[in-house]
């Protein structure tokens, strides 16, 4: 069986937990790199990425997950988890792990609509999907080997680079488990 790891050091972590589940897959959190070997893929949360990023760097496991990026693993990003996973970031002088060749600006929807839902079509994984944004980032420039898979009024919200995929919306808040489902897919594939 394929297991998923959800890194769990702060943000939504128990409800990409529960969709792991109930797409059929193993799930479990993940809070010290040597867990990292037990699993096939891993997913970066939402929450807060200043804070991701910290507690990465104190829990020892910022460079753990590079090693498992550069192995091919697979590593999917929903919202701050995008945010860590961007080349570069608006305003920064730096990334944070860089796994995926964007630029993205933070809170980039604006103060007063913290948050919103839209539905979006995902190429070639989900038409009609229910998007939940919470001061959500987007895609500024994406470079040439990246796939858009999805925008929303004319902002890049969702992109994949080879084994890494990341949104800027949290796919893991509705009972719509189609994109949690295809990053399973993506895993599986991957490991055989
Ligand atoms: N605005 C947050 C950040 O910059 C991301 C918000 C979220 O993950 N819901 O980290």
Redo the contacts with the bound molecule.
């Keep these: 069986m394929t297991t998923i790891g959800v890194l769990a050091l702060q943000?939504?972590v128990r409800e990409h937990i529960r969709a792991i589940h109930a797409c059929g897959a193993n799930a479990v959190e993940i809070k010290r790199k040597e867990q990292l070997e037990e699993i096939d893929g891993l997913i970066l949360?939402?929450?807060?990425?200043?804070?991701?990023r910290r507690l990465m760097d104190s829990y020892g496991i910022f460079t753990a997950i590079q090693n498992f990026a550069d192995k091919g693993k697979p590593i999917f990003g929903?919202?701050?988890?995008?945010?860590i996973m961007a080349k570069s970031i608006v305003g920064q002088a730096e990334g944070h792990l860089g796994l995926i060749d964007m630029t993205v600006a933070?809170?980039a929807f604006g103060r007063q609509v913290a948050s919103f839902e839209a539905e979006l079509d995902v190429a070639g994984i989900a038409e009609g999907f229910r998007a939940v944004?919470?001061?959500?980032?987007y895609v500024v420039e994406v470079g040439k080997n990246v796939e858009i898979l999805a925008t929303y009024d004319e902002h890049i919200v969702a992109v994949r680079q080879g084994p890494f995929i990341a949104t800027a919306f949290?796919p893991e808040l509705t009972d719509d488990h189609r994109l949690i489902s295809y990053f399973i897919h993506l895993t599986a594939t991957n490991k055989s």
């Design positions: 943000g939504a949360p939402g929450g807060e990425s200043t804070t991701i929903t919202c701050a988890g995008l945010i933070r809170n944004f919470i001061r959500a980032p949290h």
